[in-house]
Nanobody, 122 residues
Framework: QVQLVESGGGLVQTGGSLRLSCGAS????????VGWFRQAPGKEREFVAA????????NYGDSVKGRVTISRDNARNTVYLQLNMLKPEDTATYFC???????????????WGQGTPVTVSS
C-alpha cells in the first residue's frame, strides 16, 4: 500500500505561485496514476489535475486549467503541482491521490494523502 505525503502549501498573495509536492513511502509511485484534489471549507472535494504513470498524459479541472501544471519525476518518486496566478478562491486544502485502475479522465484515487493547506490572500 502506498502512503502519500503532500508538502509545499502555505500563504501566498493573489497572483503568486506555489509548487506542491506529493511524495510516497512504502512503494514507488511510478506504477500509479497520481492526481490532486482540493477542498475548501464547507465545499465538496474538487478535482484539480491528474497525470498518468509515464507523465505524458495529463488532465485538468476546468477551474484551474491554464494556471496549473502537473508533472512527475519518477526517479524522485514525486509528483508536483505548480500553481500560478493564484486567486483567493484557490484557498483550500490540497490532497494528492493515487490509483492503479481507471483513467486520468475519470480519476478516482484508491489512496489519499493528508493534505497541505493553501491560503491565497487578497
Amino acid at each position: 500500500q502506498v502512503q502519500l505525503v503532500e508538502s509545499g502549501g502555505g500563504l501566498v498573495q493573489t497572483g503568486g505561485s506555489l509548487r506542491l509536492s506529493c511524495g510516497a513511502s512504502g512503494r514507488t509511485l511510478s506504477g500509479y496514476m497520481v492526481g490532486w484534489f482540493r477542498q475548501a471549507p464547507g465545499k465538496e472535494r474538487e478535482f484539480v489535475a491528474a497525470i498518468n504513470w509515464s507523465g505524458v498524459g495529463t488532465n485538468y479541472g476546468d477551474s484551474v486549467k491554464g494556471r496549473v501544471t502537473i508533472s512527475r519525476d519518477n526517479a524522485r518518486n514525486t509528483v508536483y503541482l505548480q500553481l500560478n496566478m493564484l486567486k483567493p478562491e484557490d484557498t483550500a486544502t490540497y490532497f494528492c491521490g493515487a490509483a492503479t485502475r481507471g483513467s486520468i479522465l475519470t480519476f478516482t484515487p484508491a489512496y489519499w494523502g493528508q493534505g497541505t493547506p493553501v491560503t491565497v490572500s487578497s
